[in-house]
């Protein structure tokens, strides 16, 4: 196990040109590549334990992949094998839900597993629409936890209406779509990130929103490859726009951010709360990417309620804002944090509490008044946003953060640029 140790910093100006590649378009490249029958070109495929679990499956799956110069270029068989070992998702949800939803449409018999927290996230909002349309799939509770075994098989086309507004949800079941033979029709309560849309759509797939609705038209022929570079991950980014809201006098550039709008929303909450925030666009191909600019300026405190899901993994730093806004902020409807890698909702009040700040848990969500941090030893959980966020906390007044290595499944250079800001000091413990 490894401990971070974090000094207080000063103000500080810094451009930030090292964000991780963004892992929601990491783990649709390696997966989507499968798709095509010709080679695709990958750059900047983020190098996070997650994303490697993720090739290293589609490897098992019969993908050839290289990496020449920084490019990485996966073949995808003509057929894809049943591998003959257990394919190991780690500790990613998107990876596991959209490969089931990939897998139970593919000939072949697959398992699916992760780690400990992966294994007590739920299955059941993916493989309940499925089964309802032929899939053979199984796990532990009733298919509901890992691990998940599949029997490839033909699927009958939908017309689903998903309760939670879920980008794995929408994903997996775009993908088992892909492989019937006839249009199948997706609706969500409000739009989710919206990637594989974009991604299959540029690969050729008929795609398309109609009445709320996303209709899939399965292709008759082999799709495009993929030729991308991914940008960098506005979730991973956005820990360091709290760091320069939080110190007075920072300003922090943060360069080559994926700027779609289902993914900035916690950078214009900040906003809200009187952070000076710039945006400049630089490229618009998939998706929109440019600079995002972060200065500090006193924050107030707000209500949030509404387009969670545009916020889902940057609540946890968020938190760390509200904790130094005038007032007490509010989040509601907020009930997804609590099955995410851990139950945010209560890791995120532990934490603050350890630190002084008062905070109320709710069933959906959480009340924070902005308060004086005081120097406190946090838990990660096992959690990579929750060790990230409180190693954010800990520059107000020093601290440390245990259970740190789980900061490798999406942000391994995360405490190389955090000492650019402070000492931080990442120490091996037995
Ligand atoms: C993701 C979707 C989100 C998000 C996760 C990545 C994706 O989950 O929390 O980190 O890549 O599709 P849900 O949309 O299922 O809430």
């Given amino acids: 196990m490894s401990i971070l140790k974090i000094e207080k910093a000063e103000a500080f100006n810094e451009v930030i ?4 590649a963004d892992k929601s378009i990491s783990h649709r490249c390696a997966i989507f590549s499968l798709l095509s029958d010709k080679t695709s070109f990958i750059r900047n495929y983020l190098q996070a334990e997650d994303t490697l679990c993720t090739l290293n499956i589609i490897k098992a799956l019969g993908a050839k992949i290289e990496n020449e110069n920084s490019i990485l270029r996966i073949t995808p068989p003509t057929k894809i094998t049943e591998p003959s070992l257990i394919l190991d998702c780690g500790n990613s949800g998107t990876a596991m839900r959209l490969l089931i939803g990939l897998l139970s449409s593919t000939e072949g018999f697959f398992v699916l597993h992760g780690d400990k927290y992966l294994a007590n996230r739920p299955m059941k909002r993916i493989t ?13 509770q009733n298919s509901d936890l890992s691990p998940i075994c599949i029997r490839g098989a033909k699927l009958k086309p939908f017309d689903y209406k998903s309760p ?8 997996a079941l775009i993908l088992s779509a892909l492989n019937t033979n006839a249009p199948s029709f997706f609706a969500e309560p409000e739009l989710s990130r919206d990637h594989t849309e974009r991604m299959l759509k540029g690969m050729g797939v008929d795609i398309e929103y109609k009445n709320d609705k996303i209709a899939i038209n399965p292709p008759k022929k082999p799709l495009h490859p993929l ?5 960098a991950d506005p979730s991973s980014a956005f820990f360091f726009a709290v760091a320069a809201a939080i110190i007075p006098n920072s300003r922090v550039i943060l360069k080559n951010i994926l700027l779609n709008k289902t993914r900035i929303e916690a950078f214009k909450i900040l906003q809200r709360m009187g952070t000076q925030i710039e945006f400049v666009q630089k490229d618009d191909k998939y998706e929109s990417i440019g600079d995002i600019t972060v200065r500090y300026a006193p924050l107030k405190a707000v209500k949030i309620s509404e387009n969670i899901s545009w916020l889902i993994d940057e609540l946890p730093a968020l938190s760390i804002a509200f ?6 902020s509010s989040v509601r409807n907020a009930k997804e944090l609590r099955i995410k890698e851990s139950d945010r909702i209560s890791t995120i009040v532990k934490n603050l509490k350890l630190c002084g700040i008062n905070v109320t848990e709710l069933e959906d969500g959480y009340d924070i008044e902005g308060g004086t941090f005081k120097n406190a030893v946090f838990n990660s959980f096992g959690d990579h946003r929750i060790a990230m966020s409180f190693a954010i906390a800990s520059l107000l007044c020093g601290g440390v953060v245990e259970d740190a290595d789980c900061i490798d499944t999406s942000f391994p250079n995360f405490t190389n640029i955090l000492k650019k800001i402070s000492v931080a000091e990442s120490l091996q413990w037995r």
């Fill in 17 to 20: 040109t090292d964000i991780a």
């Fill in 128 to 140: 309940t629409p499925l089964k309802k349309i032929g899939a053979n799939i199984d796990g532990r």
């Fill in 164 to 171: 939670i507004a879920s980008a794995q949800v929408k994903s």
């Fill in 227 to 231: 030729d991308i570079t991914v940008p």
């Fill in 323 to 328: 904790a130094c806004a005038s007032g007490i």
